[in-house]
């Protein structure tokens, strides 16, 4: 079972689950990510080993049983994606509901926590499904939750990719097609952030 799943399963309403209750399960979620992202990387590092020791070998058979391995290696590779992009998906709804919540707690009438289960199996069909996109479920969750991007656009913030954050994903892209290279990249997504840090300081001042 999902840990969506569990959350919308309690007993307890989903409109009187605390800002700390949710917050715990953006830790847990958070903590599971970062350990799917490690073994993504490991399993990449593996792969690398396995082709370069195929591309040594001059007997048929060894390489046979070289490129089948390879084979096992991408297959977990791409299920612990999957399950990457569930996670990913899951701490995305639960950053959005605190959001609501505590939007509501400093007065702030954004964002409806009063869900029915149709919203809630539409939620977890969306979450479940490879076919949808991690900035398809954005769009469809915050439809569905009634957030609008220009009152919150803060709020959205905190639990989406900022400004810098969609920055940095060109500057990776540009860097995959070879017309950035590695340490100009860097310096572009430095200054990307320092840019942000230096103007919410200047908000913050005035």
């Known amino acids: 079972m999902a840990l969506i799943d569990k959350i919308f399963g309690r007993a307890k309403t989903l409109s009187k689950l605390s800002r700390q209750e949710l917050r715990k399960q953006e830790i847990l979620l958070s903590k599971q990510r970062d350990r799917l992202?490690?073994?993504?990387?490991?399993?990449?590092?593996?792969?690398?080993?396995?082709?370069?020791?195929?591309?040594?070998?001059?007997?048929?058979?060894?390489?046979?049983?070289?490129?089948?391995?390879?084979?096992?290696?991408?297959?977990?590779?791409?299920?612990?994606?999957?399950?990457?992009?569930?996670?990913?998906?899951?701490?995305?709804?639960?950053?959005?509901?605190?959001?609501?919540?505590?939007?509501?707690?400093?007065?702030?009438?954004?964002?409806?926590?009063?869900?029915?289960?149709?919203?809630?199996?539409?939620?977890?069909?969306?979450?479940?499904?490879?076919?949808?996109?991690?900035?398809?479920?954005?769009?469809?969750?915050?439809?569905l939750l009634e957030i609008g991007h220009e009152s919150d656009k803060e709020a959205l913030a905190a639990t989406g990719l900022t400004q810098a954050g969609q920055e940095l994903m060109n500057i990776w892209n540009e860097m995959d097609k070879g017309s950035v290279k590695a340490d100009q990249g860097f310096a572009a997504a430095d200054q990307a952030v320092r840019r942000k840090q230096d103007g919410a300081a200047a908000d913050q001042q005035g």
């Open 37 to 143: 992202f490690a073994r993504i990387e490991q399993i990449l590092g593996e792969k690398q080993k396995i082709f370069k020791q195929g591309a040594g070998q001059k007997s048929a058979e060894l390489r046979k049983a070289l490129a089948q391995n390879f084979e096992l290696k991408a297959q977990e590779e791409l299920m612990a994606a999957r399950e990457l992009t569930l996670r990913s998906k899951e701490l995305l709804t639960v950053s959005r509901l605190r959001m609501i919540k505590e939007n509501r707690e400093r007065g702030k009438s954004t964002g409806r926590l009063n869900l029915t289960d149709k919203d809630v199996a539409n939620i977890s069909q969306w979450i479940q499904d490879d076919a949808v996109s991690q900035d398809v479920y954005q769009q469809r969750l915050d439809m």
